[in-house]
């Protein structure tokens, strides 16, 4: 839109550098014409139009196409930039802001300028000429910052993204960053380029020999494709979907949201806790000078409508976990005062209670998910989530120390310990959800259970290295594995044992089945059909049944991720400064069936299932 409920025109003639330049009411499709005007350049702003006629003039016309003329005389190069116009000449920059006095500074070049780009804030002018780019501070006096060039990507042009200026390396070394005194290479690559295509966040970029990648306020992150003759590109304003035109004559259209993340703004005190479908689960605790840790406040983001909701504080050494349809929160003050909050995804409370230790979430054993609990008198108790229903007394305390609880579909293992005794041993009891019951048995050491298999043996985590299988009649064996094993995942006939970087999906008797390569990470979370994994060049997410694990990019890294249990939405706390969440929707399949097409989707590669071949031929028309 051009102003209110007006839409500017431009209709070109028979003679090709001619238009009629004028507006369009859109509510009654009333057209206003300026007449014929032969022009060189032309940028639409809010309630603006800018004209570089063939004559060498420079006009600007409001909404009632009244004309102001700017420069009599000239050559200039223009630019659009969030709502604001930039001009520049050999001698004059000009900044145009709607409502605002216009912005000028004198400037000094021996030619006239190729390409002109406003930064976001619009303090920040760079201009393009054959053999170097200058960048000037719009306000003040200060000299431009100048990088020298041979000349040799002119029409490749600059860009800002963000408030970092990207420029082509005209000696053929990829995308460089002009921070420094000397370009930073962001995007190495040795051949011929073409124009960048911006869109609102960035730019996408792209050589004759087909590679492609986009730069976010984030970097440059590559976009796989199969390697095609590239003549243009093109790419929309919200940058979803990416045309590619081939020297062939094909056109395709790339959706760029499976590779390009949603980026929410969020403040630096910000941890990420969660992530519903629709929302974010974001904390807040602040350090001051000495060092304290405010109590930990949580918040819900809609990221539909940006809206926040305040939760409320859950005090110190906060637990949360979010399930389809609650978020559970734990925390207080260590080591006697704890409460336990439930809230429904709507941000209305609907648990406040005391408690003392071991909050669990998981599946319960009167309710498809459920949260336990133990209370300051050592019970422990079951609340229901879905459906959400009355608390249970579910355990009463015995005098035996509660070390770990774990829910599984067949019940609750609770972990005891005797401090006592030496050596010290764990007893591991069992609470059924059904009729059969397991009886309690004692390990040496820390045990961790972690679930009973199909044919009804328990699955052991020992010292947090070793796998242990308890049979249905108590004898306990030691299933050897190439790696040291932190956690398991026993849910029906799926076994796991999670290595430092292999997963082994295990048979009931304990056989290794498969073994699936794990990235290196920081941190590992379990979804209800894979893993998340946080390595230092982005997110993770990895399938195995699928066979797929997949490297969601993020430069600059992260600290913190998240997703939702059945893994349809992930997100992660960038390391950036400004700070981001980055949030992707159905980023790797769950069902094997559903690979081939997934792999087409993003690449145009076919995978030839009988082989596990990938093949780079045409995509289907």
């Not at 300026?34 to 016309?61: C, K, M, P, Q, W």
């Not at 998340?532 to 990895?542: A, E, K, N, Q, R």
């Not at 706390?573 to 069936?593: E, G």
């Amino acid at each position: 839109m051009f102003a209110d409920h007006l839409a500017a025109s431009a209709k070109a003639t028979e003679n090709s550098r001619s238009a009629l330049i004028g507006t369009i009411d859109v509510e009654t499709g009333t057209e206003q014409v300026l007449g014929l005007s032969v022009l060189r350049t032309l940028a639409v702003s809010e309630r603006s139009i800018f004209i570089h006629g063939d004559d060498g003039s420079l006009n600007r016309y409001d909404a009632r196409l009244e004309a102001e003329r700017l420069a009599a005389s000239g050559t200039f190069a223009m630019d659009t930039s969030h709502g604001r116009v930039v001009l520049a000449s050999t001698d004059l920059l000009v900044v145009h802001e709607p409502d605002k006095a216009q912005r000028r500074r004198a400037i000094e070049l021996d030619e006239a300028p190729r390409a002109v780009r406003l930064s976001p804030r619009g303090d920040r002018v760079a201009v393009l000429l054959p053999g170097a780019i200058f960048e000037w501070q719009v306000d003040g006096l200060s000299p431009p910052r100048r990088w020298a060039r041979s000349g040799n990507a002119d029409g490749q042009g600059i860009a800002y993204v963000g408030e970092t200026l990207y420029a082509w390396d005209d000696s053929g070394g990829g995308l460089v960053s002009l921070e420094s005194e000397l370009p930073i290479s962001r995007w190495s690559y040795r051949g011929t380029t073409l124009r960048f295509a911006p869109f609102s966040e960035g730019i996408v970029l792209a050589t004759v020999e087909g590679r492609l990648a986009y730069v976010g306020p984030l970097g440059v992150v590559e976009i796989p494709h199969r390697r095609l003759e590239l003549k243009t590109i093109a790419v929309d304003p919200d940058g979803r979907n990416l045309v590619i035109g081939a020297l062939s004559g094909e056109l395709m259209t790339i959706d760029l949201r499976p590779v390009r993340p949603r980026l929410v703004a969020v403040p630096e005190t910000a941890t990420l806790r969660g992530l519903t479908a629709n929302s974010l689960l974001l904390g807040d605790a602040t350090r001051d000078a000495s060092g304290s840790t405010s109590p930990t406040r949580l918040a819900l983001l809609d990221l539909t409508s940006g809206k926040r909701s305040e939760l409320g504080s859950i005090g110190f050494s906060p637990y949360v976990y979010v399930t389809d349809t609650m978020i559970v929160a734990g925390g207080g003050v260590p080591p006697k005062s704890f409460t336990l909050h439930v809230w429904d995804h709507g941000g209305r409370e609907r648990v406040r209670t005391p408690y003392a230790s071991h909050i669990q979430v998981g599946d319960g054993l009167h309710a498809e998910a459920s949260v336990i609990y133990g209370t300051p008198d050592g019970d422990l108790v079951e609340q229901p989530l879905d459906p959400f229903g009355p608390a249970r007394r579910v355990r009463t305390a015995d005098g035996r120390n509660v070390t770990r609880i774990h829910m599984t579909s067949q019940g609750v293992a609770v972990a005891t310990v005797d401090f006592d005794r030496k050596p010290m041993r764990t007893t591991i009891g069992w609470i059924d959800r059904g009729d059969r019951k397991v009886a309690p048995f004692e390990l040496d050491g820390f045990a961790f259970p972690c679930g009973v298999g199909p044919d009804g043996a328990m699955w052991i985590v020992k010292d947090v290295e070793r796998v242990i299988r308890v049979a249905p009649d108590g004898a306990q064996a030691e299933v050897p594995l190439p790696q040291s094993i932190s956690s398991m995942v026993v849910r029906g006939s799926r076994i796991w044992a999670v290595g430092t970087s292999s997963l082994y999906a295990l048979a009931p008797d304990g056989a290794v089945v498969r073994t699936v390569t794990l990235p290196t990470a920081m941190r590992r979370g379990n979804l209800r059909d894979g893993l998340i994994s946080l390595s230092d060049d982005g997110l993770w997410v990895t399938m195995p049944d699928a066979n797929v694990s997949r490297l969601l990019p993020l430069p600059g890294g992260a600290e913190q991720q998240t997703a939702t249990r059945d893994g349809r939405s992930v997100a992660a706390m960038t390391r950036t400064s400004p700070r981001y969440v980055a949030v992707w929707k159905d980023p790797v399949p769950v069902d094997p069936a559903a690979v081939p097409a997934y792999l087409e989707q993003l690449t145009n590669a076919r995978l030839d299932l009988a082989s596990s071949a990938v093949t780079w031929d045409s995509p289907r028309p």
